[in-house]
């Protein structure tokens, strides 16, 4: 097992605390969740945590290493980002922006490995498709692909993924087969996922930690049974809501109230 750890992290713009002193640890072999309401400073988190902004104060170490040490080549090799947004301004077929993740490594397995990662993310009929035309949804399933290809080794996904609203465009069933599938891939114990989530439900059926982050902040963390609860959601959402507990799995789930 290998740690990625921040220590004291805040990024100011602007005279702003963006990310306000921020401490975390995450673990290969866990799901994590990253929550809390709009503009709370989660995308920015993501940004310090994977390298693509540098931290106003404190640090981010990746198994003992500072992440501004890693050499961009070895960063690429170890972590994987799929951000909130992803357009394309030029024609690109989904199967090649899906081998853009295999950039980092050799040829070696690569057509099978493509062909491994669009299966499991349903992306494989979407081929030979112009990525620009596709709809949202299934441009999000062609980047998932992409960022497990970048990841992935002879025995499935390694190292950090870190994942922006990876389900804000998909349907029932794709929302359940990806965190399933996320899920799954970290029980092997060689990958972390740090997923930003807006579902509630999606987060406690899956998470094994949650980390609530309001205004630059994380006020609160813990499993979802810690978490989703009337009064945190209440007090950091300000949402009227209820919380009801799943009979089979016993997660609790939200309901907003008329
Ligand atoms: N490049 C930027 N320049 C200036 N301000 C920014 C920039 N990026 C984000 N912000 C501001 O920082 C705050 C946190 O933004 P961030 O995108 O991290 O929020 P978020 O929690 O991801 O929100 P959402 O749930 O809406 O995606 C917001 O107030 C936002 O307006
Ligand atoms: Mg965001």
Redesign the pocket.
Known sequence: MSELQAEKLSYR??G?L??DDVSLSLSTGEMVT?I????????????LLTGFLPASAGSCTLAGKPLTCIAAAELARQRAVMR?QHNLSFPMQAVDVVALGRAPWSSVRREEIIYEVMTLTGALPLARRDYRQLSGGEQQRVQLARVLAQLWHDDGPQGWLFL??PTSALDLFYQQQTLRLLHQLTRKGNLMVCA?L?DLNLAALWSDRLLL?SQ?KLVATGSAEEVITEPVLTRWYRADLSVITASECGRPQVQLNQ
């Open positions: 713009y602007d702003r963006l990310v990253l809390g309401p709009n503009g709370a400073g989660k995308s920015t988190l993501l940004r909130q922006d609203e930003v807006h982050m630059g």
